[in-house]
């Protein structure tokens, strides 16, 4: 059965609006590159402005915005909601996420705009469920410093280019600048209300993690030797052992990998394990408080047993002591 002349018209202009909006999703284009790239649609004179106008207009009728650059002449459209059918179970979901990523949190500025967008396709009922308070709150550590965003720019763009990078740290434990010429970024990370960058240092000969606020500012360069890439965390097998209390309610998986469960007939449990680094191991320990014990490597043992003796000397002096007096 044949289209009529009114139908075959109304199929074209709806093809042709279909184009120009995936056309404009990708990247901001100019009237010339819109007839290059939809050269059966669209001529690269005023015929084709007026149509594009117009276009645009119809596109915009249908909740799409569209950005016009004066400047470079470009035009190119962002979704002005998200339209989907949300169960409730969704919206609570989502729900949880915006009260969770607040200022501070990473990408909280990002995942906030997508919301309003998801709020915005909302009909009347399910923005009630979606404005609901979460049962269940989800406490997400904040950055409690303010890493430059231009920092974590820089890296990303070397992780994603495959490129090493040199830059200088400010340790925490030394007042020094330490210089690092050739660094391969693994993996960036956010802990404890910190920014870390994973990195295989080629100076050192093995992974190491640093802090973003600890990278000097404006010191990071890309170099254009690529990544290798194959490189491994070192890791610690070690031990330690639950006092009763804690042994009974089962062992928390605080670490990378628990190997080995060892009762002990005082109701304790000696726990194996393996994690990446002393300085997380042993922070990760003194969480449990007076209720855990680093058994080995005696090393490891001996590097806690400092901590808690400088630990018992704070607590040993007056209240108001300085360690000056």
Not at 89 to 118: H, K, N, S
Not at 136 to 154: C, F, G
Request: contains cysteine; glycine residues 6%; hydrophobic residues 35%.
């Amino acid at each position: 059965m044949s289209e009529s002349p009114g139908s075959q018209s109304t199929y074209k202009v709806v093809d042709r609006l279909l184009a120009l909006r995936d056309l404009l999703h990708q990247e901001p284009c100019t009237l010339a590159q819109i007839s290059d790239c939809l050269p059966e649609h669209y001529t690269d004179d005023e015929s084709g402005a007026r149509k594009l106008r117009r276009d645009l207009q119809y596109l915009e009728r249908w909740s799409y915005q569209v950005v016009r650059d004066k400047t470079a002449k470009t035009y190119v459209l962002t979704s002005a909601r998200i339209e989907y059918d949300w169960a409730d179970d969704d919206l609570t979901a989502l729900a949880a996420l915006r009260e969770c990523f607040q200022g501070g949190a990473p990408y909280a500025d990002t995942l906030q705009t997508i919301l309003e967008r998801v709020q915005d396709g909302l009909d009347s009922r399910q923005q009630r469920v979606f404005a609901r308070q979460p049962k269940l709150k989800i406490e997400l550590a904040v950055a409690e410093e303010r890493t430059p965003a231009a920092v974590r720019r820089k890296l990303e763009k070397a992780l994603d280019e495959h490129q090493r990078i040199s830059f200088k740290y400010r340790p925490g434990d030394r007042p020094q600048v330490t210089e690092h010429p050739d660094d391969e970024p693994l993996t960036l990370g956010f802990e404890d209300g910190h920014y870390y960058l994973l990195a295989y240092c080629y100076k050192m000969g093995k992974v190491l993690k640093y802090r973003l606020d600890q990278i000097v500012e404006g010191s990071i360069e890309i170099l254009p030797q690529h990544a290798v890439g194959g490189w491994k965390r070192e890791t610690i097998d070690f031990q330690y052992r639950l006092l009763p209390k804690l042994a009974r309610r089962g062992v928390s998986l605080r670490f990378q990998e628990i190997m080995a469960y060892d009762p002990q007939k005082d109701g304790s449990m000696i726990v194996t394990a393996r994690n990446y680094g002393e300085f997380d191991i042993i922070r990760e320990i003194l969480r449990y408080g007076e209720q855990a014990e680093i058994v080995s490597p005696p090393a490891l043992r001996a590097k806690m047993k400092r901590v808690v003796e400088q630990m018992c000397a704070l607590y040993g002096r007056d209240e108001g002591q300085t360690s000056g007096e």
